[in-house]
């Protein structure tokens, strides 16, 4: 199993970027895929996740409104579309997948068996 994440870079504050990242090795259709990011100093954390059925999605309250989590299980990628970025949004961003996550620990890291190796965003002022 491979995902190999990608997009990330340096950007003013307020502008946009997309990360895509494509899995291999795994049916992805039956994932429940999510990003997590993890700033310098800074625990891993939750930002977005999308359950494999039902299109149910979940953000974090730092992100939501801001953020988009998406997928294309025709070309086995997930994408997280970013908006309004802040210097706070600055961390490497991490993909995950699992096909068995429950619902109450859909923001919890340990759930998730797949990931990605991250793709740092920098977020200038």
């Known amino acids: 199993v491979q995902l190999q994440a990608s997009g990330g870079g340096l950007v003013q504050a307020g502008s946009s970027l997309r990360l895509s990242c494509v899995a291999s090795g795994l049916t992805f259709s039956r994932q429940t895929i999510a990003w997590f990011r993890q700033a310098p100093g800074k625990e891993r954390e939750f930002v977005a996740a999308?359950?494999?059925?039902?299109?149910?999605?979940y953000y974090s309250d730092s992100v939501k409104g801001r953020f988009t989590i998406s997928r294309d299980n025709a070309k086995n990628t997930m994408y997280l579309q970013m908006n309004s970025l802040t210097p706070e949004d600055t961390a490497v961003y991490y993909c995950?997948?699992?096909?068995?996550?429950?619902?109450?620990?859909?923001?919890?890291?340990?759930?998730?068996?797949?990931w990605g190796q991250g793709t740092l965003v920098t977020v200038s002022s």
């Open positions: 999308l359950r494999y059925s039902g299109g149910y999605t």
């Open positions: 995950a997948a699992d096909p068995s996550v429950i619902l109450s620990a859909v923001r919890e890291p340990r759930s998730y068996n797949y």
